[in-house]
Every structure is written in structure tokens, then in C-alpha cells.
């Protein structure tokens, strides 16, 4: 619907310049009356100058045509996706939706296949972490380049890894949420940070709080068991067989033994990597999400994770916006006639007084 106001384009200065000119039209009347006898003006120059300086208040006070417009706005969802992939992350101790017991990362892959279907209209980006956190690809509404990434992870290499760091991917998470929440301010962000949630190294943690300003929703996701298995030497993301062993520094500092598994050096023994649920669940708390431990019963396709997936949907909503069309060139048009007038009225007496 079409409607008039006033809109100063000058503001508050437009205004009282408004005020100004409608006194003085005021007072060219108020003149005009009281020397009516002893003056030449006619009244219909008296009727000129008022006009004149009333249409210039007009005009200061901008009359505007207020036009409503529905737009459509698309409500995207954005989906980060970060995998632990730290030589823990190769401890065959897990579950995913069946009694069979298959690596951790294995579990962390049919778990980001399961997140990519949950989400059908959204984009993904998704990190590894390990020794460091890396993006591995953009944000892309493309899953089957998630799907073939997932296919492709593997855990780091034993030789490389320096103890699991649970904020390795922080700063990256932080410049990569802040970069899509600047550019689309109205998406839907959703995390879900996959790991067994060791803590292996001798710093201590950052929290993820630093995360939560950029997210809708978050998920922590355990991946392994409390009990834990033993930690197999990695070559160049291949866990090692009894005959490839390895003198290479391990998870946390260990040593490799010749069977193939990681030696703890306080006990000479084979070290054993247990899934930590109270580090996933105060991650979880620090981004304001849920903390989810996907086993033989539970998996991502079904849960809190699928219920939250519908609340992120990719939408459709109608805003209606208010556009205002300043209209002044009419009144410039009376006033142009007018000052014209008077400036024909000026010569005439001026010649009628030669």
C-alpha cells in the first residue's frame, strides 16, 4: 500500500529551516495587512512571496511516497564438519550402529555420511585436525566431494604426531565461523566437532566458548569406548601389522614396540586409548551444543542430531520492507513559475519607475 509522509533529507536542520520559511510567509501576510494603505504591493504579489516561501518549506521538508515490497529470503543452513584424525583416532574399539567393533575413525566416517544426508539443501565445510587443524574443503552444497573426503581420511602418521591436542582446529574453527557468519549474516551454522576426546599433550586445553557467538547449534561427537583398546603404529595414515614396527614417537610422547602397537613410557607396556566423555561433554557445554556418543544403538541418522536437523531445514520467508521515494520535483516546478513570476513582476516596475 502507497502513502505520503515527511521525510527531511537535511534532518533536523531541514526542519527548523522548514519553520523559518513558513514564518516568513507568515510574516509577508502579516505585513502585507498592516501596510495595505500606505504600500504599492498588490495582493496578488503578497500571494507570490507566500506561496514561494511556503512551497521552499515543503520542499526542506521533503514529501516522500512510501512504497511496501515483499522480498523472498532463502534461510540456508551451513554445516562445519571437523574430524579428529590424531594416531588415537586408529584404535579399533568403536561402534557405529551395529555389534561390530570397527576403528574409530571408521565410525567418524559413516558419521559425517550420515550428517551430509540429515542435511540435503545445505553447504558443508569440513577440517581435520591432528598435529594441527587444516581446511580441507570450502563450503560447497557438493556431498559427494564430503562423501569422497570422508573416504580419503586416515589417521596421522605416528612418526608426525606429537600427543592429541583437543584445540588444534580452534583457530581455524574461529576464522572460518567468523568469516561465514559475515558473509551470511541470515544462515543457519551448525558444528560437529568428531573425536575420541583425548587429551594427550602436556598444554593445556583452550576452551571452544570462543566458537559459540558464531553458532546456531553445535554437536560433540565420541566416537570409542571408556574402555579403550590399544593404540596400533601408523605409517603414512596405515595402521602397522605385527612384522612393521616402529621407532617413531607416538601419541602423547610413547615409543612403538616391535608388535606394532604404541608403548607407554611410564609403564613399558602397550598404551591404551580410552575415549574421555567428560572432555567431549564440557567441549559440548562451551559452545552451548549436545554432546552425542554414537555406539551400536545410536547413531547420527537417528537422536537429538536428526531431530536438530530438522530445525535447520533450509527455509523460504516473506519480509515486507518499506521503501521511501522522496517527490520534491513537483514543488521545484512550482517554485522555478513562481520565482519567475516575480522576477517578470521586478522588471515591469522597474521599467514603470524610468
Given at each position: ?82 574430524v579428529d584424525v590424531t594416531g588415537s583416532m586408529a584404535v579399533a574399539d568403536a561402534h557405529y550402529g551395529s555389534d561390530e567393533t570397527i576403528g574409530r575413525l571408521d565410525a567418524a566416517k559413516d558419521a ?5 544426508a540429515l542435511y540435503p539443501d545445505a553447504s558443508f565445510m569440513v577440517l581435520r585436525f591432528g598435529a594441527t587443524g587444516s581446511v580441507d574443503v570450502p563450503l560447497t552444497p557438493d556431498t559427494h566431494a ?209
Open positions: 500500500m502507497n502513502g505520503f509522509t515527511l521525510s527531511p533529507a537535511l534532518g533536523w536542520f531541514g526542519v527548523a529551516l522548514a519553520m523559518a520559511m513558513f514564518a516568513l510567509g507568515a510574516a509577508v501576510v502579516a505585513v502585507h495587512v498592516r501596510r495595505r494603505a500606505s504600500s504599492d504591493e498588490t495582493t496578488a504579489a503578497c500571494v507570490r512571496r507566500a506561496l514561494l516561501c511556503l512551497t521552499v518549506a515543503l520542499m526542506l521538508l521533503t514529501p516522500s511516497v512510501v512504497t511496501s515490497t515483499d522480498s523472498r529470503a532463502v534461510n540456508a543452513t551451513d554445516v562445519v564438519v571437523a559425517v555420511r550420515d550428517i551430509t564430503i562423501g569422497t573426503w570422508a573416504d580419503t581420511l586416515a589417521p596421522e602418521a605416528t612418526s608426525v604426531s606429537s600427543g592429541s591436542s583437543l584445540d588444534a582446529p580452534l583457530d581455524r574453527l574461529l576464522l572460518s565461523l567468523k568469516d561465514l557468519r559475515e558473509e551470511r549474516p541470515d544462515d543457519a551454522i551448525v558444528l560437529y566437532l568428531i573425536t575420541d576426546g583425548e587429551q594427550t599433550s602436556t598444554g593445556e586445553r583452550r576452551s571452544f566458548s570462543t566458537l559459540r557467538r558464531y553458532l546456531d547449534d553445535g554437536f560433540v561427537i565420541g566416537v570409542g569406548s571408556t574402555e579403550g583398546g590399544r593404540i596400533p603404529v601408523v605409517r603414512d595414515g596405515v595402521a602397522s601389522d605385527g612384522s612393521d614396527g616402529s621407532d617413531g614417537s607416538s601419541d602423547g610422547g610413547a615409543q612403538a614396540d616391535g608388535d606394532g602397537w604404541v608403548i607407554d613410557p611410564d609403564t613399558g607396556e602397550p598404551g591404551v586409548s580410552r575415549m574421555d566423555e567428560a572432555t567431549l561433554g564440557a567441549i559440548a557445554d562451551e559452545i552451548s551444543g549436545t554432546y552425542l556418543h554414537v555406539d551400536a544403538a545410536t547413531t547420527m541418522a537417528d537422536g537429538r542430531s536428526a531431530e536438530a536437523s530438522r530445525r535447520w531445514q533450509v527455509t523460504s520467508t516473506v519480509k515486507r520492507r518499506e521503501r521511501t521515494t522522496p517527490v520534491v520535483w513537483p514543488l521545484a516546478a512550482v517554485v522555478l513559475v513562481l520565482a519567475a513570476w516575480e522576477a517578470g513582476a521586478w522588471i515591469v516596475m522597474s521599467r514603470r519607475l524610468l
